[in-house]
Every structure is written in C-alpha cells, then in structure tokens.
C-alpha cells in the first residue's frame, strides 16, 4: 500500500488543541470549561458551506478539513482554536493506517 504524501511545508497552520474539563471556580466548586492540552501544526481545507434552517432561524454549517501530524492525544469531541475561530472534532482517522498523520472532519462554531 502507498503511503499517504504530504509537504510538511504545508502544516503550517498554528492551532490550539482544547479539551473538555473541568475546572476550580475558586469557590470550592468545579466548572465546565476547556483546558489547554497543547499546541499543534496542520494544514486547513474547507469542505463544506451550507445553512440549516432550525425554527425560524438560520444557522450556518461550515466544515473543514485538519490534516495535522499524528498524536494519540486528539480524540472527537476535542476542539482546535485558531485565533478567534474554534473547530469542533467531529471524525478522526489515520488516512493511511501508518500512524504518521490525522484528519480531523472538523464544524466550525459561530460562522
């Protein structure tokens, strides 16, 4: 089987790898939040742009592909922030079972 080739020249994107936690309120209590578990290159490719329509409101679906090196760290459910811009993880997988890199099926909040 060929191996899946990718320029690493290409992940060069900066992102933020967030996970659900939760966190001291410095209360004695706990919150929900999102801690920080490290910082990763990829590369970004839109997949996807459309709208649904929930009551009488528009909400826009944007998808994204994240190529990024692997680790066995990135599960769904996580996010990736880049800047202002967050991406939820939708689907992972290994495209060429080598254990070399992960894309991610990524839904971007707030566009």
Known sequence: MQGLLI?????RA??????RGRASDGMGGRK???EEMGLCFGMIEPVNARA?????RQMPLVTHRITL???SDVRSGMR?????????????HDPDESG???VCLVREDGR
């Not at 900066?14 to 996970?19: G, K, T």
């Open 7 to 11: 320029d690493p020249g290409r992940l």
């Open 69 to 71: 090196r692997f680790r």
């Open 100 to 102: 070399r890199y992960l």
């Open 32 to 34: 929900e939040g999102w």
């Open 80 to 92: 990736f922030r880049r800047g202002s811009r967050t991406f939820d993880i939708q689907t992972i």
């Open 52 to 56: 649904m329509t929930a009551g009488d």
């Open 14 to 19: 900066e992102f933020l790898l967030l996970a």
